[in-house]
Every structure is written in C-alpha cells, then in structure tokens.
C-alpha cells in the first residue's frame, strides 16, 4: 500500500477510536459502522478494519455489552459483529470479508425470552470468508474455519473446521504423525 493509503487508514482510525471505550492505534481502510448502546468496546494496538464493517454492540435486560478485539487482529471486508452480551476476539486473528458473528439471534424463544450466550475466538485463529459464527461458539488457539462454515458449535485448538453445520475436516495436532 502506498503511504498516502496507510497515513488516511490511521486517520480514520483515530477519528473512529473516539467510540471506543479503551483503543489502541488502529486503522479504518474505509467506511465504518458501529451501533453502541449500553456497551464497552475495547479494541487493542494494530488492528485494522477493513472497508464497511460493521461492530453492533448493544447491551439490553440490564446487561453492559462487552466487546474485545485483542492486538494485531484483522476484520475483513462488510464483516459484522453483533454483541448483546459478549463477544471476546484474540490476538493475531484474521477474520475474512463477509463474516457474521454473533452471541445473540435477534428474535424470542416461546417463552419470549431471546438467548444470549458468549462468543469466544482466541489467538491465532482464521476464519474463511462468508463463515457465520454463532452463539456460545468458543473457537480455540489457532484453529482454522473454511469459508463458507456455519459454526454452531465449539472447534477445538489446532483444527480445521468446515460445512454447515461445521465439522471436523483436519486435526492439525497429528500431521506428520502418521495419521
């Protein structure tokens, strides 16, 4: 990229940042969406957002939304993340363009409740463009999800996960071990 390119993304970071409750030095390649209400969103040092993201954090029925976005993570291209209680993003996380995250579904159960449950990605981790990841998925160290996945549930660390629903393709731990 060129350095007039590179100069205006940190720009726009900065002028983002101000939504921010805590926020490193991040940069904005383009236009923005974040919806906040009733929420904290933490963003670590190097992380860049693609064109037209969009981070929705609303907390509701008494809850503080939380949203963390560790260092050095990067969220690609019309990526949204939706946050009714708890989404955890770690460091050194590539998030591919058009993705879904989300610890909520937006509608209510028979009993008029909505579930709400957390959504945990740690370090190292990359997900393939057009993955949806769901509520109460906890994506471990360093696992992989293929494009195209809807992850419904939990993939263990050093895996590749793909397919809807997401199973286990690979498992990392035994190449090379003769399996």
Request: charged share 25%; net charge positive; hydrophobic share 40%.
């Given at each position: 990229?060129?350095?007039?390119?590179?100069?205006?993304?940190?720009?726009?970071?900065?002028?983002?940042?101000?939504?921010?409750d805590?926020?490193?030095?991040?940069?904005?390649?383009?236009?923005?969406?974040?919806?906040k209400?009733?929420?904290?969103?933490?963003?670590?040092?190097?992380?860049?957002?693609?064109?037209?993201?969009?981070?929705?954090?609303?907390?509701?029925?008494?809850?503080?939304?939380?949203?963390?976005?560790?260092?050095?993570?990067?969220?690609?291209?019309?990526?949204?993340?939706?946050?009714?209680?708890?989404?955890?993003?770690?460091?050194?996380?590539?998030?591919?363009?058009?993705?879904?995250?989300?610890?909520?579904?937006?509608?209510?159960?028979?009993?008029?409740?909505?579930?709400?449950?957390?959504?945990?990605?740690?370090?190292?981790?990359?997900?393939?463009?057009?993955?949806?990841?769901?509520?109460?998925?906890?994506?471990?160290?360093?696992?992989?999800?293929?494009?195209?996945?809807?992850?419904?549930?939990?993939?263990?660390?050093?895996?590749?996960?793909?397919?809807?629903?997401?199973?286990?393709?690979?498992?990392?731990?035994?190449?090379?071990?003769?399996n």
């Amino acid at each position: 990229m060129d350095s007039f390119v590179v100069a205006l993304s940190y720009f726009r970071g900065v002028l983002v940042s101000r939504r921010f409750d805590d926020c490193g030095n991040v940069s904005v390649m383009a236009g923005m969406t974040i919806i906040k209400k009733n929420s904290i969103i933490k963003v670590g040092d190097h992380v860049r957002f693609w064109p037209n993201v969009k981070l929705s954090c609303v907390g509701n029925r008494g809850h503080t939304a939380k949203l963390e976005i560790d260092e050095r993570t990067s969220i690609g291209d019309r990526t949204e993340i939706h946050c009714a209680r708890e989404v955890s993003i770690g460091k050194d996380v590539m998030i591919s363009w058009d993705c879904v995250i989300m610890d909520r579904d937006y509608h209510a159960t028979a009993n008029n409740t909505e579930t709400i449950k957390p959504v945990t990605i740690e370090d190292e981790v990359w997900i393939g463009c057009r993955s949806i990841i769901l509520k109460g998925v906890k994506i471990e160290r360093k696992a992989i999800v293929a494009a195209g996945s809807v992850v419904t549930k939990n993939v263990a660390a050093n895996t590749i996960v793909g397919g809807n629903p997401a199973k286990l393709i690979r498992d990392l731990n035994t190449e090379g071990k003769g399996n």
